[in-house]
């Protein structure tokens, strides 16, 4: 059985193919461990309430919330960042189509489209807004991620 | 950040959770089980839920089962929404839970989290009523598997130290006519104006609610009145709304007006895509 005490741990997190030692508290959350801890800010903390997606991790290659997500929750499955996508083909899909303004939620954005594109490669609208809805972009530039979505969805595809 | 530190366990098995569920408690702890842990984390955070231990049944194998076994569909209660609709088991209950949140909320929500859930909604109840499901439930003297209906006084009651194992269906239910509609204020993603399940079975149309009073409901009246043949439609519709078990909700989504106004909508919807023939 897994089990945490009330005092700090050292636990290890498999992230980015790398495993990582870290200190948690049971109450601390993915999302404060991999900001705090790692150093892994790609990850955004914004709502903290499960509502914007800008903290959106894969846990197992599902898309999960980190804000919603206990670190000690996660010990021994693979967690991706938006660090492990730098230089992707899909990040420069979002760079070529605009898909950014001040950049905020684009990282839960790629992570998002990139669970999608890998699960869905033949994803039709309907599929790519039902998904998409998990995330909010303050800037509304809404169109723009959505051509890079779909061009994502379309490269994958062809790979 | 959750303001307060808690013990943490995962146990592997049930009598494992059950055992630490009852040591921690004699220790005089306040002991919560937790599965997705969407709700505990967002009302923790906040000061509205506490806990000075949580014991994560996600480690348990009984609780990931997702299959059919003999006549029945078995869901473990720490499957994800998600996991529900791509399975396509039970497709009235994939639905529904598909209207549930947001896609990557649906990756962490359970469905043992949510019809046990704090908020008024718990739609993933609704095709449990209307399939007339059992639970099994885990306690310190074995396991107890019981109609939903018999734990269900407008929330679950489940006893203290004893947690959702499975959810039971028929699976002849799987395979009955259905409906399942939502409506919200604006946005998709938002809890419901106005949330119905519905299927047919033996020519009459069952009905259950959400968003429309505090509590989701199946109302054998309601059934009784949309099953009327000697009514139109819209007196069928007239009548089922008068005869709901509580009051029509009016807040911030929607005043009882409007929402009275969307769920007469709704049934109407709800009724002509199941030409529910008459008996």
Redesign the interface.
Known sequence: ??????AKTVVKLHVNGETHEVMV?????LL?TLREQLGLTGAKRAC???DC?AC?VLING????S????A??TINQPITTIESLMDSPIQRIFVEKWAIQCGFCTPGFIL?CHALAKKHPNADEEVIE??M???LCRCTGYQEIKDAVKAAVQAEKQA | ??P?????????TIP?AIQ?YQELRNQGKKVIYYSG??EF??F??INQMAADA?I?I??IRECHVLEQQGDQFVIGSAVSL?KITESSIFPLLGQTVKQI?????R??ITIGGNINSRLIYREGILPLLLSDAKVKLARSEGELVLPLTNILDKELKIGSGEFLVQILVKKSYGSLPFASLKKTKI???SYPVVSIAALVKDQRIRTAFSGVCEYPFRSDQVEAALNETSLSMAEKINKAVSLLPAQIIDDIQASREYRTFVLKNALHEIMDSLEVAPA
């Open positions: 059985m897994i089990q945490n005490s009330l508290r049971s109450a601390d959350t404060h903290e309430n499960g997606g959106t599902e898309t999960m919330h804000c919603l997500s206990l000690i929750e998002n039902e998904w809805q998990s995330n | 950040m959750i307060f530190d808690f013990e943490y366990y995962k146990p592997e494992e630490t842990g969407t984390i967002t923790s955070r949580i994560d996600k480690g998600n949140a947001d896609h990557t909320s990756n962490k946005t998709k993603v």
